[in-house]
């Protein structure tokens, strides 16, 4: 069973940056498959950026050029760095994983089996 723990949510001004990360137990990241997703009051839940087993990466074009998607497997983490925050990147923050590959593509929610409790990000204009 894989557990997965998000942190290093908060709050800060626009132009600003946080890092996430997700503590991995229960299986190696190496065969994983992992996703930041986010969901703002009202919205659907979107894909972020996401890295495949394989280490290749994709992020959202909203996010593309200011966050930055990691995966240590030594460490059993995957974070998230986030730069030049603006308010619309204000979300509740979700890591999500699944075993190799997820089955609609790496930012398709429905293809992950584990999620985080999630970590909140405000970003005040």
């Known amino acids: 069973q894989v557990q997965l723990v998000d942190s290093g949510g908060g709050s800060v001004q626009a132009g600003g940056s946080l890092r996430l990360s997700c503590a991995v137990s229960g299986y190696t990241p190496t065969f994983l498959s992992m996703g930041w997703f986010r969901q703002a009051p009202g919205k659907e839940r979107e894909g972020v950026a996401a890295i495949d087993d394989g280490g290749s990466t994709i992020y959202s074009d909203s996010v593309k050029g200011r966050f930055t998607i990691s995966k240590d497997n030594a460490k059993n983490t995957l974070s998230l760095e986030m730069n030049s925050l603006k308010p619309e990147d204000t979300a509740m923050y979700y890591c999500?994983?699944?075993?190799?590959?997820?089955?609609?593509?790496?930012?398709?929610?429905?293809?992950?089996?584990?999620w985080g409790q999630g970590t909140q990000v405000t970003v005040s204009s």
């Open positions: 999500a994983a699944c075993f190799l590959r997820p089955r609609w593509g790496l930012l398709q929610a429905n293809g992950y089996n584990y």
